[in-house]
């Protein structure tokens, strides 16, 4: 075994270490705190380099390390260790969470860097790594559900880091309950994996599943698990916490929404496999629910006007299409998307950051204008990164999302080809929006007229993203690129047909669908001949209803909410006070009767005590009288 392979428990440690010593010393440590937790991620994405370079000495089939810390649970047969699981599947994770999250922290550097709680920050977002780490590395699904808790936890310290604003606290507080809906359903899932295996340990539940499993139970533990899939990545229904969590700090942001919480839906789909295949129909709730997602966010995305709601749905949208590349069965696609994604949205994000930066936190694209000239790095950055998910050749989103079209397409699955690329043509009217409305035309506000470039710590990480956004694409030019060859003994390999229109046909017309989008948004919004703003105006109930998400959240609030709300009005002032209270001081009141009663048999006079003596002797003669 590779000795490099010994240093894999470093890697979740660092950044925990980073996490405690900024809590207990953060204030002490002042700006170095920043420094401090950005070095220990980016030393755990060097180690991360090194030992997935020990992993790839190892012949394919053998490209399997586990590592045992210690013994977590042992109650009868039933054992759970702290153990952590290196494969191909786990060290993409491991080098996109270090590498993105390395870049994140560098940003977030200059970014907080007048914040007063600046070292507990970076606490929160050492923390956030360390439990993504845990939940990819994971050999069985307790290690992996203590990852999935975790980030959660995190996601609420971070998505209300501001919590002085109500907002913000509203903000954190649902996207914490919405996500336990769906962890809720996951929570059950892992029951039934105990119950069917007796064991929660990949090995055991990959190698014994085929002959463990019935249709029925795959089924049940497979929609289990995905509910909480569609909790943690923000899938239709409980995707309404994601648009709201842009309340937070905006390195937040990029951190959900590029290396951590939000991919882990689609990693545990991956994961778990196995079950979602011998179910089949699981496979078909995940492409479905991916589907819908994309086609629903896209079309939100382009009511948006503040520039990180824009980005939230086309998260939201963008996971929607690694659902669909899971539920071909295409999982190393799947995967390749994610890491493709994680470069240009962590790109965009933080993009977004230096506009609000640069723009005095003004984040309505209705005040921007002509930002290109006065951020020119932020600006070509940030276009090099819209392009790329627009799926623009040859930049990463063009690889990625063309395969996912060609698997749907050669295996016959025509509705998911058509539906998809509708969402490519969508993806780049939303893109085409954001970038004229904000870096193109003239300054709509004095902002915008005042913006400047952010500092060097801050565009330092954009232009590296920005190269990643660019060239992300060669690491799988072809369905069986060097990733999918690389994740295939985890995953199995890319699935192939002979069905529907030939590739040279399929990259035209989803090319000619990006040039159509951004033609179009270009002679909207860029080209000065349309006024989009009495456009806007005469659009005005359509472009409400996109801005509010279908209302979504209205329907939530008035089917589940209110009425929520009113039944624990009704138990706590109503049934808590007059049957439960009443119940208890009715018993009470009854005791105290009682012993008033009793007191008059107790009165301390002797005379009292003979006549009752003498009245029960003479009820018993009576008694005996008449037996008698």
Known sequence: ?????????????????????????????????????????????????????????????????????????????????????????????????????????????????????????????????????????????????????????????????????????????????????????????????????????????????????TKGAATAIALLLFAGAIGKSAQVPLHVWLPDAMAGPTPVSALIHAATMVTAGVYLVLRMHVIFEISGVALVVVATVGVVTMLFAGICAFGQDDIKRVLAYSTISQLGYMFIAAGLRAYSIALFLLVAHAFYKALMFLGAGSVMHGMHDHTDMKQMGGLLKRMPVTGVTFVIGALALAGLFPLAGFFAKDEILEVANSTGHAWLFVLAMVGALISALYMGRLVFLTFFGRPRSEEAERAHESSPVMTIPLVVLAIGAATAGLLNLTLHGALSTFVEPVVGPVPEGSAGIAYAALVAISSSMVAVGVVTTWFLYGSGKIDWLALRVRMQPSQRVLENGFYIDNYYSALLVTPGKALAAFLAYVFDVRVIDAAVNGIGASVRALARSGRKLQTGLVRTYALAFLAGAIALLVFVGFRL
């Open 1 to 213: 075994m590779n000795s490099s392979l010994r240093l894999l428990w470093l890697i979740p440690v660092l950044p925990l270490a980073g996490a405690a010593v900024n809590l207990l010393a953060g204030k002490r440590l002042g700006r170095s705190a920043g420094f401090f937790a950005t070095v220990l991620v980016a030393v755990a994405f060097a180690i991360s380099l090194i030992v997935v370079g020990g992993l790839l000495d190892l012949a394919a089939p053998d490209r399997l390390y586990i590592r045992q810390l210690f013994e977590w649970i042992h109650v009868g047969t039933f054992s759970v260790g702290a153990t952590l699981r290196l494969d191909p599947l786990s060290a993409t994770m491991i080098l996109v969470v270090t590498g993105i999250g390395s870049l994140i922290h560098l940003y977030a550097i200059g970014y907080m860097r007048d914040d007063p709680r600046y070292g507990r920050f970076f606490a929160y977002l050492n923390l956030f790594v360390f439990f993504m780490l845990m939940l990819v590395l994971g050999q069985n699904l307790l290690v992996l559900y203590l990852g999935w808790e975790g980030v959660g936890l995190c996601s609420y310290l971070l998505i209300g880091f501001w919590f002085e604003k109500t907002e913000n606290a509203n903000a954190a507080k649902k996207a914490f309950v919405t996500t336990r809906i769906g962890d809720t359903a996951m929570l059950i899932g892992l029951a039934l994996i105990v119950v069917k295996f007796g064991t929660l340990d990949y090995t055991v539940i990959f190698g014994s599943a085929g002959s463990t499993l």
